[in-house]
């Protein structure tokens, strides 16, 4: 099990999978906050501290949902739109040195935005 946290330390999570599948992603939201994302099945993700603390971002779709510590604003999760599965923020996992992971493989998630990022 792995654990992991936003950056002040109000909003901890729990994984139960291990570090398999990590990618970036291309859509407008992914660009910008740069995090290196790891899939997890939904019963393998847990909150466990700090769920009343969590701010919830949507837009285009309105099926992703993207959630940030309040206090900090470090997205720690989102609920991913093309699978059931949660997606969240390698950056936050403990004992994780970043810089170990150096081949990131990127996602077009650009492609399945209905509208530009222009707008």
Known sequence: MQTGSCHCGTVRFEVDSGI??????NC????????????????????????????????????????????CGIYTHHWRRSAPQYGYNLGCIDGID???????????????SIVSDDE
């Open 20 to 25: 398999e599948e990590y990618r970036r992603c």
């Open 98 to 112: 970043i810089e170990d992971y150096t081949e990131i493989p990127m996602r077009n998630g650009q492609s399945m």
């Open 28 to 71: 407008s939201i992914c660009r910008r906050k740069g995090a290196v994302m790891v899939t997890a099945k939904k019963e393998d993700f847990r909150i466990f501290a700090g769920e009343a603390n969590l701010s919830l971002y949507q837009w285009n779709t309105n099926t992703a949902r993207h959630y940030f510590c309040k206090t």
